[in-house]
């Protein structure tokens, strides 16, 4: 008798993340259902729209940096295509979310961020460098033998980044209090100076200048019944990281050439994420994001259009080697 674990088989239909009388998938595009996971085969672009608006907390991908690593590194348009995508993502993303990107070429970089930019909602927040080769690295040796290659005129790259963005939403406090009909003053008074005095502290939220903390947050709610999640992306902030990540290459892959860090994934997800949240990638590749969301116990919804790939995720997800 086989022990393998056998892939829940349930109907498209019953997908909870499907919009209605959405025709965007089918049965036969779901290859995998878990209580955690969701893996769907087909195109990016097509496929997010069987995804309800703002209900993913986190989007993580690792799309194509369009520099010929393989067959589906050399993409047309490269620019136009990835923003494409990235609009479509922003209206898959809850208000208190996070969006995070990896590529490793500065000139793409620069132009994908210019029109993020120009043509969505997005706020950016940091670049994290992921840095390849410092003390203690398993790789080090490894990643030493290319330091010393002469002949290169330039400084040798062992990192890549990832670029950080939440939403500002700010821009609700005032909507809502401009409709409740309450002035600025009276919400100001709820949290007074040392003397007595007004001070600017609910002006400050209102511009953006400030983000509400737990305690500036009662007399919003009091007032605007607008709550903390409302207006400040999640973030849990575990005093360990700045903006440069030390972490090993990840293992080969028998079937995909550039897999991430299966524990750098699971750093971006507890940073952004809490358990039970939903983690989107639609570019799966490998899969190592939902590993990494098992592990974390996240839900994680995986798109991914190359039909090798989608067997290898599903093969490993139901524990097959």
């Given at each position: 008798m086989s022990n393998k674990k056998e892939p829940v088989k349930i109907k498209a239909k019953k997908l909870k993340?499907?919009?209605?009388?959405?025709?965007?998938?089918?049965?036969s595009d779901v290859l995998y259902v878990s209580e955690l996971i969701k893996l769907i085969k087909g195109d990016s672009l097509s496929k997010l729209d069987c995804i309800a608006d703002k209900s993913i907390q986190l989007i993580c991908i690792d799309p194509p940096y369009n520099i010929g690593k393989d067959t589906w590194d050399t993409i047309?348009?490269?620019?136009?295509f990835m923003i494409e995508i990235i609009k479509k993502l922003e209206t898959k993303l809850k208000d208190n979310g996070s969006f995070f990107m990896f590529h490793n070429n500065m000139e793409t970089i620069s132009e994908l961020m210019v029109s993020i930019k120009k043509n969505t909602k997005f706020i950016f927040k940091q670049m994290i460098v992921w840095n390849k080769r410092f003390e203690g690295s398993k790789k080090k040796g490894f990643m030493d033998g290319f330091v010393v290659k002469k002949e290169m005129h330039n400084f040798n790259k062992m990192v890549e980044y990832i670029l950080f963005y939440t939403f500002e939403n700010s821009y609700k406090l005032k909507e809502a209090r401009k409709r409740l009909k309450i002035n600025q003053i009276t919400i100001s008074q709820e949290i007074k100076s040392r003397t007595g005095g007004i001070t600017g502290w609910y002006s400050n939220l209102e511009t953006g200048k400030n983000m509400p903390t737990r305690d500036t947050i009662k007399p919003i709610e009091k007032h605007l019944n607008l709550k903390y999640e409302d207006i400040v992306p999640k973030f849990n902030n575990m005093r360990t990281d700045h903006s440069v990540w030390n972490y090993d290459m990840a293992k080969r892959c028998k079937i995909h050439i550039t897999p991430k860090p299966i524990d750098l994934l699971k750093n971006i997800i507890?940073?952004?994420?809490?358990?039970?949240?939903?983690?989107?990638?639609?570019?799966?590749g490998s899969g190592t994001i939902g590993y990494a969301s098992l592990e974390t116990k996240?839900?994680?919804?995986?798109i991914e259009k190359e039909e090798k790939y989608c067997e290898y995720i599903k093969q490993k997800l139901i524990g097959e080697k």
């Open positions: 993340i499907l919009k209605k009388n959405n025709n965007a998938i089918t049965d047309d348009n490269y620019n136009d507890y940073h952004t994420t809490d358990e039970g949240d939903t983690v989107l990638d639609c570019f799966a996240r839900k994680c919804i995986l």
